[in-house]
Every structure is written in structure tokens, then in C-alpha cells.
């Protein structure tokens, strides 16, 4: 790749901050959900000061105002020096921050854009038991009343699969204002206080030992009106915006991190004496190229992406692509790992290549169901790229 | 850029997907004229002097039509001539080889003896198109070689291959005795010869893999958007839609390897091995795919699909197999990861 000079500038200068300021005990810091998170808030508000955390955002913003062909630098520069990913931060930074922007008013904007810099944490409540690949389902009831004097919405339902919704303070909110006509018209959009009364969390306790994900209990939450981004019943238009926030740097840099990460698997041939194993070398040399080819497809993306020409369906590609590749990669270093591997070790927070290669496999599976599951991306692949035709829509039991 | 969109804007002009498998005779003389023949070759040597990145687009454009001209093994005699410090009449060879005459590097290995008097005999695998070749670029004992396909002791047998998009002959020898003025280096050279070569025959196979792959795609999607079953056209059901989707996924992910790789000259012979590999497994499981989605008729000669499905079988296996080429990516990654 060639940089301009100015990116080659801004490299540099990344590089250079990372070399003094790269966490490097950060996997041992995280070792519980709290280390965890103290670790992230840390390296946020260093990120923050720095001015690499919000590269995407506009220019009024310290740090702000970059391009996505400098975006990439630093995120790449991130991912090289192996520092932990903003996770954290990552719904408030990307998803809140798209929402605000785009959709939000003035007002909005200001009261909560500046804060999320300093630190506070935004959730989302989109998904429901009910409503996982089909979102639209969503049942969670909003219904508008005068309560002591102030419009409202009285919000009572349940979300799930919230990321570390049980570290936030404010949260992004689907509702149903309206059950008539196509099920994505009632929906509204509302900005909520994860401390408002009525609002309990629950994490979810997930097989590999993580709580990376919570449950959201909605009983007559109220919300006031003025908490409502665009239009009562325009919420899955707004939706939009929040799911279309991530540009596929998440998706290069991960790329990037499991490249950096084969040198686990290789630690693992040489430990159990399979260096002349050619059998071993084969698998190992499959993943290689499979991550090499992951790592490829993602910088294209982005690089498409960067001169405008993306494609409809590209980003499904990418994201399969590297799904599968994270399930390889961990499968593999499961059997070479052998049985080690099946009694219980510690999990790194934060982390999809850690080395626990049981928990690494279950964590793996993070990525073919979240953010649009591999069937769904297929369905993007089949029918928007290769203009295959949808199925008709309705269905009778 | 915009030279390799013009290069693929004239090669699909020159070759449209309809007509799969042109004549070879009236394709070879169509990239002559078309400067292909002297695409690598430098501007000082009368060529075009193009880069890694305008041979690939065209090898890609080549397996699109399942193309029966043997432009890969041309290109890598044309590379061999280049690369000689040794050949007398280097220059006349260049010429001759930009201007149609064809002198191909054979792609498999030969079992060649040398009898005391020096004569050669043997086998050399891998001449595509032994019966339209001036020469061969050939590693006999000594070194690599110009062998004149009309020379004394020199035939060519047909070795008839699943691919009828190819035509495969070995090269016999029968007690040749090698020009000297024709050797294009000795014995310590051919190792480094051949490993300046084979990330360009890599490459150029990813290409042909790839440009076909897309087209099996295509003809797979088209079949199942025509072809109605329980009152639906096959594209509809869910089923098929996410095996194609997944084919889709497969080629993509290997070309975006592959120009990783065509623009990165310091990507080494393992890279460029492992490259073909991903593609060309890749076009195995879309072909694999692609005739099981056709349903019976990809198992009749009446549709084209098969063709795919073989040249898939041949590249997989030209230039190394996939277990070859993972276990040294294999092996370099473990050394280099230390």
C-alpha cells in the first residue's frame, strides 16, 4: 500500500504515541468483568486526550474530523501494537454518536454528544427475545401520557443481547408507539437513562464465562418525549443510522488482530512437538492463507470504500469471511491443544484470540450470530448482490 | 487502474462471455494483435512493459471464457527468454516470441537422462500445445533450454486431459543433442529460474481460477433464476440461495488475496503458492457446486457447466497441490513466527 505523505505523517505520529503509551499488561488486567472495565475506561479517556478515540467524528470535536484513509491508519496502527480494543466505548462512540449526528436535534447533540467523551457509556436496546434476525418485531410497548405535569412515554418490555448494558448510563431505545399497518412503521426511537425507575439488568451469563451481553427489563419506564430522536413512529428509519455507523474498520482491525494472534498456534505446534507433522503444517498453512485472505478482503473493502466504490452486499462478504476464519483459526488451536484445553483456564475480557482455546471457539460464535447472522448476510449476498429473488413475504400457518 | 479497466474493457470486447472456448488457432493470433504476447515484455525490448497487475487482469479475462490459447504458458517462455543472460540471439528470440511465435515453459516436471555422449532422452511433462510451439522452454540436466520443437530426437505426444478447454502433450526426447547457443543458463541458474518464474505462474493460475469461477457463478445463478420448480424459479428457495452466496464469498476472499498479492512485488513464491491455492480450491467448490445446483442437466455434455468443473480438476493440480503449497505456507509461517 501506498500512503500519501499524509498519512504516512499520521502513522508516524500514532506510532510514536503508542510506543509510549501502548497498555502492555492489559490481558492481565483483564481477568474479571471489573479489571475489565477499569481498563477500558482508562484507555478510552487516554485515547480521548490523544486524540485518536473519535477520529470519525466531526471536526468541532478534539480529534475529530478525519477521513476514512486516516481512520485506517490508526486503527491499523492500534491493532499492529496490539492495544486493547474500545469495546467499551464502542455503542457509544459509533452507535449513539451515528444517531445524534444524523438524526438527532441541536439540542440532542449537545447535551449528550460532549459527555460521551468524557466517559459515559451508551447501550442499546434494539433486540428482544422475540425479535433477533427479524428486528422489526420488536413488542416492547411505548404509550404516551401526561405524568406529573410532563408529556411522556410510558415504556414497559424487554431487550436483550444489550452489550455491557450493565456498565451503562444511557441507552439507545427501540418502542412500539403503534401496531398498525407494516410492523416497521409504529416503531419510535428513544433515548433513555439506564437509571430511570423501572429499569433492571440483568447479564447474561455466557457459555465460554463472559458477561459481555445484558438483559433489559422495561416496567413503565417513563421517558419524556423530548428524549424521541426523529418522528413517533419514524424509529426504523433512525435505526438505520445506528446499524450503519461501523464503516469495516472493526472488521480490518479484528482481521489484523488474528493475524498478529497465529503466533499462538505456532506456540501451540511447537509445544506439542508437531513441527514435522505434515498434516499440522497443511491446517496451519490453510489458516494462514485464509487469514491473509481475510485480512485482504477487509483492506479492499475499506479501500472500496475510501474511493466510494462499494458494492451492495460487500460488507456480508467481509463479515462472513472473517467469521469463519475466527472459527477456524480457534477450532484448530483447539486440537492441537488437545485435552489441556478441556480443563477450565482463565478467560482474557476483551480479547477474541486469548490463547483459551475452548473459550476463544464459544467466543468465536459471537461473530456468526451477532450483527446480522451469517444466514442473514447470505440472504444480503443472494439477493442484493447476485439479485437472486426474495421469497414472498407471507407465510400462513 | 485505468489501464487494467482498459485492459479488461478490451479483453471482454475480444472475448465475450457468450462464446466460451473460442477457437484457439483464430484466439492466438486475436492476442498477438492485441499486444498480449508482449505484455511483460520491457519497452526497451519492444514490448508494453506492463506490470504483475495488467497480466493477471488479463489471465482473469482468459478463464471468464474457459479460453483454449495457452497465453500462461507462453507468457512464462516469453519470462524465461527474458531472464537469460546466456541466450546468443536473445534478442531475435524476444522478437520473434512478441510477434507470434509460440514458446511455451512446460508446467510439469521432466524425467530426462543424459547419455555420455550428452544426447538427451526422455519426458517433459506439461507442454500445452506441443503441436503449435516453435520452441519449448525446457530444464534439461545441464540447465534451462530453447528446444526446438522440429529439432532432431524432438516429438510430441498428446496426453488427452479431462479439460477439453486445454490441450496437454508431453515433449519427447529421443537422444537430442542440445544446442549450446541455445541454453538459457546452466545448472546453478535453473533453481533461481524457476523460483523468478513460479510466483508469475502462481499468480497467472489464481487469475484463470478466478475469471472462471465467476463465470461458473454466473451461469449457476442464471440456471437457477430460469429454471421453475414447485411454481417458483430455484432462486427463490432459501437453500440455494445461501450455497451461491457462499460460492460468491469464496472467490471473493481469494481475489482480494490475489491483487494482495499481484501488487505486492516482494510477495514471496509461498505467497504466490498459497494464492493459487486459496483460488483455485475456491473454483473447485464453486464448479462442485455448480453442477450439483444444475441438477441433471450439469451432467450432460449439453451444458457447459462440466467444462468448468475440469479445468477447475487441472489447475488445482498444475503448478503444485493445495497439500504442497499448505504445508510449505505451513512451515514458512511456523519459522517466521518464532
Known amino acids: 500500500m501506498t500512503d500519501t505523505p499524509d498519512l504516512d505523517a499520521l502513522r508516524s505520529e500514532v506510532r510514536a504515541f503508542l510506543q509510549a503509551e501502548a497498555p502492555t499488561n492489559w490481558r492481565d488486567a483483564s481477568r474479571t468483568q471489573d479489571d475489565f472495565v477499569a481498563t477500558q475506561r482508562g484507555w478510552f479517556a487516554k485515547l480521548v486526550k490523544a486524540g485518536y478515540a473519535i477520529p470519525h467524528w466531526p471536526a468541532q470535536f478534539p480529534g475529530g474530523g478525519r477521513g476514512l484513509a486516516e481512520q485506517k491508519v490508526i486503527y491499523e496502527e492500534l491493532a499492529k501494537a496490539d492495544c486493547p480494543r474500545l469495546l467499551l466505548s464502542f455503542v457509544s462512540t459509533y452507535h449513539a454518536f451515528a444517531t445524534l449526528h444524523e438524526c438527532a436535534s441541536a439540542e440532542q447533540q449537545a447535551e449528550y454528544l460532549p459527555r460521551i467523551l468524557e466517559g459515559e457509556t451508551w447501550c442499546q436496546g434494539f433486540s428482544e427475545p422475540g425479535a433477533g434476525s427479524d428486528l422489526a418485531a420488536i413488542k416492547t410497548r411505548a404509550t404516551r401520557e401526561m405524568r406529573d405535569g410532563r408529556e411522556v412515554y410510558v415504556v414497559s418490555g424487554q431487550k436483550v443481547w444489550s452489550t455491557m448494558a450493565q456498565f451503562a448510563q444511557k441507552c439507545l431505545l427501540l418502542v412500539r408507539t403503534s401496531s398498525d399497518g407494516p410492523k416497521q412503521a409504529g416503531i419510535t426511537y428513544l433515548l433513555m437513562d439506564m437509571d430511570a ?6 447479564p447474561i451469563h455466557q457459555i465460554q464465562g463472559d458477561e459481555e451481553f445484558a438483559e433489559i427489563f422495561l416496567d413503565n419506564v417513563e421517558i419524556p418525549v423530548t428524549r424521541r430522536v426523529g418522528e413517533e413512529g419514524k424509529g426504523w428509519a433512525v435505526a438505520q443510522a445506528t446499524l450503519a455507523s461501523e464503516r469495516g474498520l472493526t472488521l480490518m482491525e479484528l482481521s489484523y488482530r488474528m493475524r498478529g494472534a497465529l503466533g499462538r498456534v505456532a506456540a501451540l505446534i511447537r509445544a506439542h512437538g508437531h513441527e514435522e507433522d505434515r498434516g499440522v503444517l497443511r491446517d496451519f498453512g490453510a489458516l494462514v492463507t485464509q487469514v491473509d485472505a481475510v485480512c485482504a478482503i477487509a483492506d479492499q473493502f475499506l479501500d472500496n470504500r475510501i474511493k466510494g ?7 456480508s462478504i467481509v463479515k462472513n469471511s472473517y467469521s469463519r476464519a475466527l472459527r477456524a483459526y480457534a477450532k484448530l488451536g483447539l486440537r492441537l491443544g488437545g485435552m489441556t484445553e478441556q480443563y477450565i483456564a482463565p478467560i482474557t475480557f476483551g480479547d477474541l484470540n486469548t490463547g483459551n482455546w475452548m473459550a476463544d471457539f464459544m467466543n468465536s460464535y459471537a461473530w456468526t450470530i451477532a450483527g446480522g447472522s451469517e444466514e442473514v448476510q447470505r440472504n444480503i449476498i443472494a439477493e442484493r448482490m447476485l439479485d437472486m429473488p426474495r421469497e414472498p413475504k407471507s407465510w400462513v400457518a | 487502474m485505468i489501464e487494467l479497466n482498459e485492459l479488461t474493457d478490451a479483453a471482454q470486447k475480444a472475448f465475450p462471455a457468450g462464446a466460451l472456448s473460442p477457437l484457439r488457432d483464430e484466439s492466438w493470433e486475436l492476442v498477438a494483435e492485441m499486444g498480449w504476447l508482449m505484455v511483460r515484455l520491457p519497452e526497451d525490448d ?69 547419455a555420455e555422449d550428452g544426447a538427451i532422452s526422455g519426458t517433459v511433462g506439461g507442454v500445452f500445445d506441443a503441436d503449435m510451439a516453435a520452441a519449448a522452454v525446457v530444464r534439461l540436466p545441464s540447465g534451462y533450454a530453447l528446444v526446438p520443437i522440429d529439432a532432431p530426437g524432438v516429438s510430441f505426444a498428446e496426453r488427452p486431459i479431462w479439460d477439453t478447454s486445454r490441450r496437454l502433450f508431453d515433449l519427447v526426447l529421443d537422444g537430442y543433442a542440445p544446442d549450446p547457443t541455445l541454453m538459457l543458463c546452466d545448472v546453478a541458474g535453473a533453481g533461481p529460474l524457476h523460483d523468478a518464474l513460479a510466483p508469475e505462474a502462481h499468480l497467472a493460475l489464481a487469475a484463470d481460477c478466478l475469471g472462471a469461477a465467476n463465470a461458473a457463478l454466473e451461469l449457476t445463478i442464471e440456471y437457477l433464476g430460469m429454471r421453475r420448480q414447485f411454481d417458483r424459479p430455484l432462486a427463490m428457495f432459501q437453500a440455494l440461495k445461501h450455497r451461491a452466496a457462499d460460492m460468491k464469498t469464496r472467490i471473493a476472499a481469494a481475489e482480494a488475496l490475489l491483487w494482495n498479492r499481484a501488487r505486492d512485488e516482494n510477495a514471496t513464491l509461498t505467497q504466490c503458492g498459497a494464492a493459487k491455492t486459496l483460488a483455485a480450491e475456491a473454483f473447485v467448490f464453486v464448479t462442485e457446486e455448480a453442477i450439483q445446483l444444475h441438477g441433471g442437466i450439469g451432467l450432460t455434455e449439453e451444458h457447459p457447466i462440466h467444462r468448468f468443473m475440469k479445468r477447475a480438476m487441472l489447475n488445482l493440480q498444475l503448478c503444485g497441490s493445495p497439500d504442497l503449497w499448505n504445508e510449505r505456507s505451513g512451515r514458512e509461517a511456523l519459522a517466521s513466527l518464532d
Not at chain 1, 197 to 202: C, D, E, K, L
Not at chain 1, 309 to 315: L, P, Q, T, Y
Not at chain 2, 49 to 74: D, K
Open chain 1, 197 to 202: 425507575p423501572g429499569v433492571s439488568v440483568r
Open chain 2, 46 to 114: 519492444g514490448g508494453l512493459g506492463l506490470t504483475r497487475e495488467a497480466s493477471t487482469a488479463i489471465h482473469f479475462e482468459m478463464g471468464r471464457v474457459l479460453a483454449t490459447t495457452p497465453l500462461i504458458p507462453a507468457q512464462l517462455g516469453l519470462q524465461a527468454v527474458l531472464a537469460s543472460e546466456m541466450l546468443a540471439a536473445r534478442a531475435d528470440w524476444l522478437e520473434r516470441i512478441a510477434g507470434g511465435d509460440y514458446v511455451p515453459l512446460h508446467l510439469l516436471p521432466a524425467k530426462l537422462e543424459t
Open chain 1, 309 to 315: 466504490i462499494e458494492r451492495m452486499g460487500d460488507a
